[in-house]
Nanobody
Framework: HVQLVESGGGSVQVGGSLTLSCAVSGNGDGSGYWCTGWFRQAPGQEREGVAAIYSGDGSAIYTDSAKGRFTISQDNNKDMTYLQMNSLKPEDTAMYYC????WGGGVCYPAAGYWGQGTQVTVSS
């Protein structure tokens, strides 16, 4: 059973920065093809992927809106994943979730049920 806990959200002004943290505990299915992703959902909108990192070799992917502004990283034990967010914009306002899943073809596919409860990010102008 895998548990995820996000932290680090808050309210910032346009252009500000935040670092989100995702603490992962427990064991996966042992396949070894694990990745951790950050997703976000704004009110009235669908959940979208923001960034993900493959634990095997540190490969990272970003949605276009995050490229150049956000950086995903992990600690050496792979039990903490971070999302450094710079140059924040009002459109970054959302609930941010982390999830773990399987990596394939350069994509992180979240495993069902392996989600955190989310942390709110609000960017005001």
């Amino acid at each position: 059973h895998v548990q995820l806990v996000e932290s680090g959200g808050g309210s910032v002004q346009v252009g500000g920065s935040l670092t989100l943290s995702c603490a992962v505990s427990g064991n996966g299915d042992g396949s070894g093809y694990w990745c951790t992703g950050w997703f976000r959902q704004a009110p009235g909108q669908e959940r979208e992927g923001v960034a993900a990192i493959y634990s095997g070799d540190g490969s990272a992917i970003y949605t276009d809106s995050a490229k150049g502004r956000f950086t995903i990283s992990q600690d050496n034990n792979k039990d903490m994943t971070y999302l450094q967010m710079n140059s924040l914009k009002p459109e970054d306002t959302a609930m941010y979730y982390c999830a773990v899943g399987h990596w394939g073809g350069g994509v992180c596919y979240p495993a069902a049920g392996y989600w955190g409860q989310g942390t709110q990010v609000t960017v005001s102008s």
